[in-house]
């Protein structure tokens, strides 16, 4: 694989980018000095904000939060593995995408609240 050099005035540069063993683009930040957290909190994998594999991890993480978690929740989970460039506007994007296919989504999340509510309190 030929390597190019990053441009100057972009945003990859800033995450100080490497290529991991089996090829994966990782940040190299100030987080390799935490060694209590996980390899992959650590050296999070790289991902652009418009690719497919991206939208579909954003797309999981809605659907684990049962389509009523906040961007913030979202990034959070999202940020323990992944460095999305652009994140909270993927998260905003896919979830603007969920509520305008669908109003089942809020109605689902909000049954299995309920279910899960009504279960607790019996």
């Not at 005035?9 to 090829?23: F, H, I, T, V």
């Amino acid at each position: 694989m030929k390597q190019k050099p990053l441009p100057a005035s972009g945003k990859l540069l800033a995450l100080n980018p490497c290529l991991d063993s089996n090829g994966i683009m990782r940040s190299n930040s100030r987080l390799v000095n935490a060694e209590i957290l996980p390899f992959e909190t650590r050296y999070p994998i790289i991902l652009p904000r418009r690719h497919s594999v991206t939208k579909l991890i954003v797309k999981s993480e809605h659907e684990q939060g049962a389509h009523v978690c906040g961007t913030n929740y979202i990034l959070s989970e999202l940020s323990k593995k992944y460095w999305i460039i652009g994140d909270r506007e993927a998260i905003r994007q896919w979830e603007s995408a969920c509520m305008a296919g669908t109003s089942a989504c809020i109605t689902s999340a909000n049954a299995r609240v309920l279910e899960m509510f009504c279960s607790y309190s019996s």
